[in-house]
């Protein structure tokens, strides 16, 4: 196989880590907050978050091409352009597959038994111990599988980090990208391999999302 297929696909799950990770600090707090807190604007804030499931990527590639572009502010605040770099094709991703952690995080709280929450907190359990001993051991199957579910959509990415990275190979061709490459110049052979390799790659990864959704159903019924 093309060396320049696995250099893309190197570059296609080290983007889907930092992104998941990102997601997973910052989407947990905020899955938490949209769960169980009511405040002014809280649709109007929700329907920005989810705006990514319904808006053509190419038009969220273009605000942020103009967003991280050398002109554009995210630039002038740290004096480089991260348009077509390893850190513009992290920051688009983030933001893209937000709403499908953030939507994952969110059920995963929402099945909690609010009784435990409130049992705890009359005791007098602090926050954390609270977290620590009863949302974190309830709740992790499903923040796993929401994660997993966002790496392998990052994986699959194609017009958000087309519009913020380009085609750059050994810089910015993501995997996605390669193979519309591929496709462009008429080279279907090596394309139907580098698809069946993402096709076997995103298949693994649905599959350990879906055991891991199980695994939290059956300790919440285990447990209740």
Same mark, same amino acid.
């Given at each position: 196989?093309?060396?320049?297929?696995?250099?893309?696909?190197?570059?296609?799950?080290?983007?889907?880590?930092?992104?998941? *990770?990102?997601?997973?600090?910052?989407?947990?707090?905020?899955?938490?907050?949209?769960?169980?807190?009511?405040?002014? *604007?809280?649709?109007?804030?929700?329907?920005?978050?989810?705006?990514?499931?319904?808006?053509?990527?190419?038009?969220?590639?273009?605000?942020?091409?103009?967003?991280?572009?050398? +002109?554009?502010?995210?630039?002038? !605040?740290?004096?480089?352009? =991260?348009?077509?770099?390893?850190?513009?094709?992290?920051?688009?991703?983030?933001?893209?597959?937000?709403?499908?952690?953030?939507?994952?995080?969110? +059920?995963?709280?929402?099945?909690?038994?609010?009784?435990?929450? +409130?049992?705890?907190?009359?005791? *007098?359990?602090?926050?954390?111990?609270?977290?620590?001993?009863?949302? %974190?051991?309830?709740?992790?199957?499903?923040?796993?599988?929401?994660?997993?579910?966002?790496?392998?959509?990052?994986?699959?990415?194609? *017009?958000?980090?087309?519009?913020?990275?380009?085609? !750059?190979?050994?810089?910015?061709?993501?995997?996605?990208?390669?193979?519309?490459?591929?496709?462009?110049? %008429?080279?279907?052979?090596?394309?139907?391999?580098?698809?069946?390799?993402?096709?076997?790659?995103?298949?693994?990864?649905?599959?350990?999302?879906?055991?891991? +959704?199980?695994?939290?159903?059956? =300790?919440?019924?285990?447990?209740?």
């Amino acid at each position: 196989m093309d060396p320049l297929f696995w250099t893309a696909l190197q570059l296609s799950l080290k983007v889907s880590l930092w992104a998941s *990770g990102f997601l997973l600090l910052l989407g947990v707090p905020l899955a938490w907050l949209l769960a169980f807190r009511s405040f002014p *604007g809280k649709p109007l804030l929700e329907a920005v978050f989810l705006l990514p499931l319904v808006l053509p990527p190419t038009v969220l590639g273009f605000y942020l091409l103009l967003f991280l572009g050398p +002109e554009g502010p995210w630039s002038r !605040i740290l004096g480089v352009s =991260w348009a077509f770099r390893l850190e513009g094709l992290v920051f688009a991703s983030v933001l893209f597959s937000l709403p499908f952690a953030l939507t994952a995080y969110r +059920e995963a709280f929402l099945a909690l038994d609010r009784n435990l929450l +409130e049992v705890a907190r009359t005791l *007098g359990v602090s926050p954390f111990r609270v977290w620590a001993r009863v949302v %974190l051991p309830l709740t992790w199957p499903g923040l796993l599988s929401g994660t997993l579910l966002a790496f392998a959509h990052t994986l699959g990415e194609f *017009g958000v980090v087309l519009m913020v990275g380009g085609s !750059i190979p050994g810089k910015t061709q993501m995997v996605s990208i390669y193979l519309y490459d591929l496709v462009q110049a %008429l080279r279907f052979r090596e394309a139907a391999e580098a698809a069946s390799v993402l096709l076997v790659l995103s298949l693994l990864l649905l599959a350990l999302a879906r055991v891991l +959704e199980a695994k939290g159903r059956s =300790w919440k019924s285990t447990t209740a």
